[in-house]
Protein backbone atom coordinates (compact mmCIF):
# COMPACT_ATOMS: atom_id res chain seq x y z
CA UNK A 1 0.00 0.00 0.00
CA UNK A 2 2.66 2.44 1.13
CA UNK A 3 4.69 1.53 -2.14
CA UNK A 4 1.34 2.88 -4.53
CA UNK A 5 0.98 5.71 -2.55
CA UNK A 6 5.03 6.48 -3.17
CA UNK A 7 4.55 5.82 -6.55
CA UNK A 8 1.15 8.09 -7.41
CA UNK A 9 2.81 10.83 -5.57
CA UNK A 10 6.26 10.85 -7.60
CA UNK A 11 4.12 10.48 -10.72
CA UNK A 12 1.61 13.41 -9.52
CA UNK A 13 4.65 15.15 -9.16
CA UNK A 14 6.35 14.33 -12.19
CA UNK A 15 3.62 15.55 -14.49
CA UNK A 16 3.11 18.84 -12.25
CA UNK A 17 7.00 19.81 -12.84
CA UNK A 18 7.02 18.42 -16.63
CA UNK A 19 4.22 20.68 -17.08
CA UNK A 20 5.87 23.77 -15.15
CA UNK A 21 8.81 23.25 -17.55
CA UNK A 22 6.42 22.51 -20.65
CA UNK A 23 4.60 25.68 -20.12
CA UNK A 24 7.74 27.92 -18.81
CA UNK A 25 9.43 26.68 -22.75
CA UNK A 26 6.09 27.67 -24.02
CA UNK A 27 6.26 30.90 -22.90
CA UNK A 28 9.45 31.96 -24.09
CA UNK A 29 8.53 30.19 -27.58
CA UNK A 30 5.62 33.26 -27.45
CA UNK A 31 7.28 36.03 -26.64
CA UNK A 32 10.20 35.39 -29.24
CA UNK A 33 7.93 34.36 -31.80
CA UNK A 34 4.84 36.60 -31.06
CA UNK A 35 2.03 33.12 -31.20
CA UNK A 36 -1.31 33.89 -31.33
CA UNK A 37 -2.84 33.31 -28.11
CA UNK A 38 -5.78 31.21 -29.06
CA UNK A 39 -2.73 28.66 -29.09
CA UNK A 40 -2.25 28.85 -25.72
CA UNK A 41 -5.18 26.94 -24.58
CA UNK A 42 -4.80 24.10 -26.86
CA UNK A 43 -0.75 23.99 -26.42
CA UNK A 44 -1.14 23.52 -22.46
CA UNK A 45 -3.61 20.41 -23.23
CA UNK A 46 -1.34 18.87 -24.91
CA UNK A 47 1.45 19.68 -22.41
CA UNK A 48 -0.90 18.56 -19.42
CA UNK A 49 -1.57 15.09 -21.09
CA UNK A 50 2.59 15.16 -22.30
CA UNK A 51 2.77 15.48 -18.73
CA UNK A 52 1.16 13.22 -17.15
CA UNK A 53 1.51 10.61 -19.50
CA UNK A 54 5.65 11.25 -18.61
CA UNK A 55 5.00 11.00 -15.20
CA UNK A 56 3.11 7.67 -15.31
CA UNK A 57 5.31 5.97 -17.30
CA UNK A 58 8.39 6.85 -15.21
CA UNK A 59 7.43 5.92 -11.86
CA UNK A 60 3.58 3.48 -12.05
CA UNK A 61 4.78 0.04 -11.69
CA UNK A 62 3.13 -3.38 -10.87
CA UNK A 63 -0.42 -4.14 -10.47
CA UNK A 64 -3.30 -1.84 -11.09
CA UNK A 65 -1.44 0.21 -12.88
CA UNK A 66 -4.88 1.93 -14.41
CA UNK A 67 -6.35 2.52 -10.86
CA UNK A 68 -2.97 4.35 -9.97
CA UNK A 69 -3.62 5.99 -13.46
CA UNK A 70 -6.42 7.53 -12.56
CA UNK A 71 -5.58 8.55 -9.20
CA UNK A 72 -2.07 10.28 -9.76
CA UNK A 73 -3.96 11.69 -13.17
CA UNK A 74 -6.39 13.57 -11.15
CA UNK A 75 -3.93 14.66 -8.60
CA UNK A 76 -2.30 15.89 -11.62
CA UNK A 77 -4.77 17.97 -12.71
CA UNK A 78 -6.13 19.43 -9.56
CA UNK A 79 -2.37 20.50 -8.79
CA UNK A 80 -1.59 22.04 -12.07
CA UNK A 81 -4.85 23.72 -12.57
CA UNK A 82 -4.67 25.54 -8.48
CA UNK A 83 -0.64 26.53 -9.53
CA UNK A 84 -1.48 28.28 -12.39
CA UNK A 85 -4.39 29.77 -11.31
CA UNK A 86 -2.27 31.19 -8.04
CA UNK A 87 0.12 31.98 -10.84
CA UNK A 88 -2.33 34.21 -13.25
CA UNK A 89 -4.09 35.14 -9.57
CA UNK A 90 -7.36 34.03 -10.99
CA UNK A 91 -9.67 30.90 -10.45
CA UNK A 92 -12.88 30.16 -12.18
CA UNK A 93 -14.17 26.69 -11.92
CA UNK A 94 -16.20 25.94 -14.91
CA UNK A 95 -17.52 22.80 -17.16
CA UNK A 96 -13.92 23.04 -19.03
CA UNK A 97 -11.98 22.44 -15.64
CA UNK A 98 -14.16 18.76 -15.92
CA UNK A 99 -13.30 18.34 -19.09
CA UNK A 100 -9.56 18.66 -18.06
CA UNK A 101 -10.21 16.21 -14.75
CA UNK A 102 -11.63 13.55 -17.65
CA UNK A 103 -8.47 14.05 -19.68
CA UNK A 104 -6.34 13.89 -16.90
CA UNK A 105 -8.07 10.67 -15.58
CA UNK A 106 -8.41 9.33 -18.97
CA UNK A 107 -4.79 10.02 -19.68
CA UNK A 108 -2.79 8.45 -16.43
CA UNK A 109 -5.08 5.45 -16.68
CA UNK A 110 -4.55 4.50 -20.43
CA UNK A 111 -0.49 5.37 -19.62
CA UNK A 112 -0.91 3.17 -16.13
CA UNK A 113 -2.36 0.11 -18.60
CA UNK A 114 0.33 0.86 -21.30
CA UNK A 115 2.96 0.56 -18.41
CA UNK A 116 1.61 -2.73 -17.47
CA UNK A 117 1.25 -4.11 -21.25
CA UNK A 118 4.95 -3.13 -22.12
CA UNK A 119 6.46 -4.77 -18.45
CA UNK A 120 4.62 -8.31 -19.84
CA UNK A 121 5.79 -8.34 -23.06
Do not use: C, D, H
Request: net charge positive.
Amino acid sequence: MRKNVFQIVKAASAAVIASLVFVLIFTLIIQLFSLPMNAVKPVNQVFKIVSIVVGGLIFIRGEKGWLKGIIYGFAAVIVTYLLYGLISQSLSFSWKFILEIVLGVVSGAITGIAVNIRRRA
